[in-house]
């Protein structure tokens, strides 16, 4: 059950730093990218603390290099997220996105032979779908755009992730590799640099506020990460996978509250017309948990 607890706080702190993320990208920042090169200049310090706080633990060359090209991507996975983001509504593309446990399920029990009962599976199924109900908005027709090809490679690179990680995590502890999947993610961010300096320097320079609220979100993203490693190397990644479509829930709890608190921060609409749907939605997400449990 530890697993659980530890799926639930990672995707607790996670909806903390989506929430961030939304209002950098919807009202500060033109490029969405730019949060990603900022996060690129201090994913190393995160490596160092750990070296030097915990230690790490390294079994052999293969773990060294399966571990960075694990960060490699992560930083793919966000990659393809802004890109989405940049090219298709936040309500058109996040329904989409919540795919990646039906592919994560198929993935893990081809390379790391997770098989389970049948009521599990039922409780991914209802832990899918309620997250898909829970984040369409009435009226929202969900067509082919330009943003498909990046939200296809999302929901196949987070899977991806998501087993190899796994995998990696029977050869050591998660605070090793997660320490040096943050040199895998800092290759891809020099990849990323040169196309997004100026941008990325004219924020740093007339925008501290913006940099601080990325800064902000990137501890936050830093915490939840581990926590989910952590569940990760006790759980299998399956169920793991699903259960973390509860950060929907989460979300959703955490933009009511500001839309009623601090509307400036988020514009976020909550519909009498869709109340409805999200009951329905959440009661299939609680349905589901209950079963993968």
Known sequence: MLWVYLTLLAVAIWGISNIIDKHVISLRVKDPLVPLVIDGFVVLFYSLAIFVVHGISIPNTFFILG?????????????????????????????????????????????????FSGIKYIGIFFLVAGGFMLVVKKGVRLTITKALPWLILFN???????????????????????????????????????????????????????VGFVLVSQVFNFIGVLLYMAAASI????????????QNIIVLFYAIILSIFMPKILKEEIKGSVILLKIIAIVCMFIGAYLII
């Open 156 to 210: 196949l690179f987070i899977a991806i992730y998501y087993v190899f990680m796994k995998y990696l995590l029977g050869f050591s502890d998660f605070w090793s590799v997660f320490a040096l999947a943050q040199i895998g993610f800092f290759i891809g961010f020099l990849f990323l640099l040169p196309f997004h300096f100026k941008e990325t320097k004219r924020i740093i320079k007339t925008a501290k506020k913006t």
């Open 67 to 115: 571990s960075i090209v694990l960060g490699l991507l992560y930083f793919m996975v966000l990659l393809f997220y802004y890109k989405s983001m940049k090219l298709e509504e936040v309500s058109r593309a996040i329904p989409l996105m919540g795919l990646h446990p039906i592919i994560t399920l198929l993935f893990a029990t081809i390379f790391l032979g997770e098989i």
């Open 235 to 246: 759980g299998f990644i399956s169920l793991v996978a699903a259960l973390e479509q509860t």
